[in-house]
């Protein structure tokens, strides 16, 4: 654990010193779970951004993006549940004053049987060895078996707690846990209560005219309300899908780890209209896309799992995370969720205007069915930025700092470095960096020694690093380092394009 939230520290600690991210108005010392993006960190997101949306909207032709306002009508936010049922149940610790969500901590509980039960397959492998049987073991193992009838007794009593809002329910269930707090180490916990997590402003500058709106807390009800404009104007056909990349505020009670859950935040979202009936085919469908999206960044296929929800939100019918091994562990870091017709005709209702779609293959008007996608824009940069934060010993015994961020979402695409300052070698070094800067974000860097350049880029996940010499002057040739590998090799500068962009080019994640 203490391992974990080291390295937690040491990639927030590499993300400021290089300009990724700062706590927001640090000067001030900072505002909590708020956070500025920096030189570097905003090159990483809007990559990330491109690649999301060049895979959604590029890649789909029955996808299409909008950019719908922060502010909306604040009847939108009655119609979508929000005012009345966007709330956590919250626990004190009346020891340490601190302050929980009740389904994390029974979660997290929960996440401890279910180690114990990894440990004892563990144990097993080790006693049988080839002859081990893990379905056998598992179906059989009397230890295994009571702690997963343990776990499975919680899900149930806690799903039942929290659909009937039996909040009594919820701290009984904490008590015969006899979950402790992790900073007090007592179980002196006050009740559980609900708490809503919008932002309200108000709108309008005379006393009295004003009215009470809310930052959006998703970016999705932004795509439900413009249904039919996209559909009409845009002549789309079921099933279609409408994404949008925003900002979304929430009044996060328990917000830390960083850029994990922040109160202003970023969402990319796709929302999948189908015929009603087809959801859970769609729903399969971008489990699956999506999964892909992800592995296809090459952090490792190990690194995501699938957790079905328990505790199903007001709106849903299916609804699963893809979660990630953040330095914290696994934690969500997308939401597939099978919405049903529930929005639209919840707008259809308070609005009263029909958001209908005549299907001209059944003759027939419906509200369509919806199948959304929801990835924190905040949680992909740090999944990125974790897994790509590695401490190397070298075989020369010297160590380095890499970040092997893949290469498409690297924020500098090339660094070209002239060997000395003089010679003509930086004007051929800015040469170079004139025929590849309309392609690439590149880097000029003539400072210190060629090995400490290298490993600034290193440090900062440059794919790729040109040394302009004396040889160059002579036949337009340069070496070309490669930041995972460390191999040098001596190419002609008419060259460095193709290679550059066949790395670092956003097909080499889309195909
Ligand atoms: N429209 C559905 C929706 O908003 P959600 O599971 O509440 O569903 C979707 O949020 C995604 O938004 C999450 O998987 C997570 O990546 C991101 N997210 C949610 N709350 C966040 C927060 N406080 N800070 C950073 N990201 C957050």
């Not at 009345?84 to 340490?96: E, H, R, T, V, W």
């Not at 849903?316 to 529930?342: V, Y």
């Not at 880097?443 to 996940?461: P, T």
């Not at 040394?467 to 008419?494: F, G, P, Y």
């Amino acid at each position: 654990m203490e391992q974990k939230e080291d390295k937690l520290k040491e990639v927030i600690s590499h993300a400021k010193e290089y300009g990724f991210v700062f706590p927001s108005s640090e000067i001030y010392d900072g505002l909590a779970a708020t956070y500025d993006y920096g030189q570097l960190g905003s090159e990483l997101k809007n990559n990330i951004k491109s690649y999301w949306w060049k895979s959604m909207v590029q890649m789909h032709e029955n996808i299409v993006g909008i950019d719908s306002a922060i502010f909306m009508h604040p009847t939108t936010w009655k119609a979508s549940g929000h005012v009345d049922a966007f709330n956590d149940p919250l626990i004190d610790n009346k020891d340490s004053k601190k302050r929980y969500r009740a389904d994390v901590l029974l979660e997290e509980h929960m996440e401890k049987i279910r180690l114990k039960i990894e440990k004892e397959v563990e144990k097993g492998v080790k006693r049988f060895g080839d002859d081990f049987d893990e379905h056998q073991f598992r179906a059989t193992n009397p230890n295994v078996l009571r702690n997963a009838e343990k776990i499975k007794e919680i899900e149930d009593r806690m799903r039942t707690a929290l659909e009937t809002n039996d909040l009594e329910g919820v701290y009984q269930l904490i008590m015969d846990c006899e979950i402790v707090c992790p900073i007090s180490g007592s179980r002196n916990w006050t009740e559980v209560r609900q708490f809503n997590l919008m932002f309200s402003t108000e709108l309008g500058s005379v006393a009295g005219d004003a009215a009470t709106i809310y930052l959006r807390p998703e970016t999705a009800q932004g795509i439900f309300v413009n249904f039919l404009n996209v559909q009409k104007s845009g002549r789309m056909k079921i099933p279609f899908g409408i994404a949008q990349i925003g900002k979304a505020f929430r009044n996060e009670i328990v917000a830390r780890q960083f850029i994990f859950r922040m109160r202003e935040f970023e969402q990319m979202e796709m929302q999948f209209f189908c015929r009603p009936g087809e959801e859970m085919k769609w729903y399969e469908y971008w489990k699956d896309t999506r999964s892909k999206w992800h592995k296809a960044l090459g952090l490792g296929d190990n690194q995501y799992r699938f957790h079905d929800h328990i505790k199903l939100a007001h709106y849903a019918n299916a609804a699963c995370d893809i979660e990630f091994n953040f330095p914290m562990g696994f934690k969500e870091l997308e939401g597939i969720h099978s919405r049903t017709d529930f929005d639209l005709k919840q707008h259809e209702q308070f609005s009263g205007k029909k958001l209908q779609y005549f299907d001209p293959e059944l003759n027939q008007n419906y509200v369509p069915f919806v199948v959304e996608t929801s990835v924190g824009l905040d949680r992909m940069f740090l999944a990125v930025l974790s897994a790509s934060h590695k401490n190397e010993v070298l075989e020369d015994g010297s160590e380095r700092t890499v970040l092997s961020i893949p290469p498409a979402l690297a924020p500098y695409k090339v660094a070209v470095m002239p060997l000395t300052k003089k010679d003509g070698l930086p004007e051929k070094a800015r040469e170079i960096i004139d025929g590849l800067k309309f392609d690439f974000l590149c880097q000029y860097d003539e400072k210190d020694s060629i090995g400490k350049r290298y490993r600034r880029q290193d440090a900062i996940g440059t794919p790729f690093s040109v040394t302009v010499d004396h040889e160059t002057l002579e036949n337009n040739t340069v070496t070309i380092r490669d930041r995972d590998t460390m191999d040098q090799v001596r190419v002609s500068i008419a060259d460095l394009h193709r290679m550059i962009d066949e790395k670092v080019s956003m097909r080499t994640l889309l195909v």
